[in-house]
């Protein structure tokens, strides 16, 4: 199980990257204009809540850009915290699930099949040759001058254009 951990972190940097400017940058442009509206509703309307006034002071401060700072100025700070908790814990579940479904479905996920990765550190050559013989994977080669048993299957398509 922790190796699918450690595989998704790995392969997800970016995305992980990508998720946490994301998340700042809408919590500027977006969580800051609801919180800014919200409060300001509730200290005019004495805590009836409008929907078409709120829509229309949101959209109006969403392209403003000035609401991050009139949010605590004027002393919204705890509206706007409760807004961030909540939108956080919404954008952050979604990147979870996100993260979790590019999670590796087993153990030897995107590895080559195939290959000479089977071996480290040259052990191969004790079988297999470097230069010359029949070509088997890149710098692995099946020597012809070899005694025993130097069948090959190949296994694959036979392009043909």
């Known amino acids: 199980m922790g190796y699918k951990v450690k595989k998704t972190l790995k392969d997800n940097k970016i995305s992980i990257i990508v998720i946490i400017i994301l998340w700042i940058i809408l919590s500027i442009v977006f969580v800051a204009p609801v919180a800014y509206s919200i409060g300001k509703l509730n200290a005019t309307n004495g805590g009836a809540f409008n929907f078409g006034e709120f829509f229309t002071m949101t959209f109006s401060e969403i ?29 952050f579940i979604c990147a979870f699930i996100g993260l979790w479904k590019s999670k590796p479905k087993h153990q030897y996920t995107d590895i080559e099949h195939g290959s000479s990765d089977w071996s480290e550190g040259g052990e191969q050559y004790a079988v297999l040759n470097k230069h010359k013989g029949i070509i088997l994977a890149q710098d692995n080669y099946l020597p012809v001058d070899k005694r025993g048993n130097v069948n090959v299957l190949v296994v694959g398509r036979f392009w043909l254009w």
């Open 63 to 91: 392209s403003t850009f000035s609401s991050i700072g009139r949010v605590f100025s004027e002393g919204y700070g705890g509206t706007f915290g409760q807004c961030l908790l909540y939108f956080s814990i919404l954008f």
